[in-house]
């Protein structure tokens, strides 16, 4: 038996190229969820094809309600809503998922990409594990590491491509666009895409293979605030302390709870941001 979980994210997706068409309810936003639904079921299919006999969906994407289940491969089932314990690669931790795919990722923040962030749209500028500037796909492989679960495939524009040789490079990858600015890119058909996610989805397949976890604690996490005052929130989450003006810093045993304390941080910080002046 091989089960798959696919962790979806919107901003990598098709055609996406800027904040209206991944907002929920803005301008563009119910048009690029076909697009994004349309890479996720060609994962699906592709990893059906290579004889993956179980893929779960987790919707990972802002309100985490984006996908649309009407228009899934039937065959797969889906994770939907938020708080979740592991949030992005949630399901991963039931010791039954053999691979995991990152379909729709983006490069992390403060470098070149699509829309490219960590977890915050603006107010964090920058995500570092022992040095290592951190996108959403680094962090997450680090967690799923330590259920012993590799990551085979990554889709994403060409920037998301190359950061993920760093933290999977035996993993499939596919880039459904090109960068040119954060809101701009060179976007293949969804046709296209559809077809080549399909076939790295098939050659993925035998990669899903888990090993014996991996533990690289005790990390260093860091995080950058474009405002000071967002610094000085973050604080308020026990193990969190001041590193610079507008930086704070923590030490996790874990991965399990650096990504716990991270989600702390994001939120406490999420609601010090005023409008506007962030």
């Not at 349309?38 to 994962?43: K, R, T």
């Amino acid at each position: 038996m091989v089960k798959i979980l696919i962790s979806a994210d919107m901003e990598g997706a098709t055609g996406v190229t800027w904040p209206g068409d991944v907002l929920p309810g803005a301008s563009q936003w119910e048009r690029c969820r076909h697009l994004f639904t349309s890479d996720v079921s060609a994962a699906i299919a592709g990893f059906f094809d290579g004889g993956a006999d179980e893929v779960l969906v987790n919707e990972a994407h802002w309100s985490m309600r984006n996908l649309l289940l009407e228009k899934l491969d039937e065959r797969a089932e889906m994770l939907t809503g938020k708080h979740k314990t592991l949030s992005m690669v949630e399901g991963v931790q039931h010791g039954d998922v053999d691979g995991i795919a990152f379909v729709g990722y983006h490069a992390a923040a403060g470098a070149e990409g699509v829309l490219a962030h960590t977890y915050l749209a603006n107010s964090l500028t920058g995500v570092w594990v022992d040095g290592t500037r951190a996108s959403e796909g680094l962090l997450n492989s680090l967690v799923v590491a330590e259920y012993g679960v590799p990551v085979v495939l990554v889709t994403g524009d060409d920037r998301t491509c190359e950061d993920a040789k760093g933290y999977a490079p035996a993993a499939r990858s596919v880039a459904v666009k090109d960068y040119v600015s954060r809101y701009a890119a060179v976007c293949r058909t969804p046709a296209r895409t559809a077809e080549q996610i399909r076939a790295a989805a098939r050659e993925a397949v035998p990669l899903a293979v888990r090993h014996e976890p991996v533990r690289r604690g005790p990390l260093t996490m860091e995080l950058e605030f474009d405002a000071e005052h967002l610094a000085g929130a973050a604080t308020c989450v026990p193990g969190v302390e001041r590193s610079g003006e507008r930086r704070v810093a923590y030490t996790t045993p874990t991965m399990y709870e650096g990504i716990r304390c991270f989600k702390a941080v994001t939120t406490v910080v999420s609601a010090a941001v005023e409008e506007e002046y962030g």
